[in-house]
Nanobody
Framework: QVQFVESGGGLVQPGGSLRLSCAAS????????MYWYRQAPGKQREWVAH???????NYVDSVKGRFTISRDNAKNLVYLQMNSLKPEDTAVYYC???????WGQGTQVTVSS
């Protein structure tokens, strides 16, 4: 079955960096656009970035220039490099092939001093 396992989150000070990873299984990974989403406390889940099978990328305006999405098709992994983190980036981060089930457990990112 389709499964996503996110990792790499943690507590970081404003201005710091984190690299999230997501391992996907149950799909022909190389054929899919891969997405990162996030959900902050009390808010709806939002799209953050995506990377197509052809490695075309796009980002929500609030993270442009700070976050970089990449993929390793040989390992079925998608990454999110997050730099210059801000408190408003605090959320649980998820990867998926679209905004639908199933979702992984996510990885918590907390940006705080």
């Amino acid at each position: 079955q389709v499964q996503f396992v996110e990792s790499g989150g943690g507590l970081v000070q404003p201005g710091g960096s984190l690299r999230l990873s997501c391992a996907a299984s149950g799909i022909i990974f190389s054929a899919y656009t891969m997405y990162w989403y996030r959900q902050a406390p009390g808010k709806q889940r939002e799209w953050v970035a995506h990377i197509t099978s052809g490695r075309i990328t796009n980002y929500v305006d609030s993270v442009k220039g700070r976050f970089t999405i990449s993929r390793d098709n040989a390992k079925n992994l998608v990454y999110l490099q997050m730099n210059s983190l801000k408190p408003e980036d605090t959320a649980v981060y998820y990867c998926n092939i679209g905004p639908f089930d199933p979702w992984g457990q996510g990885t918590q990112v907390t940006v705080s001093s």
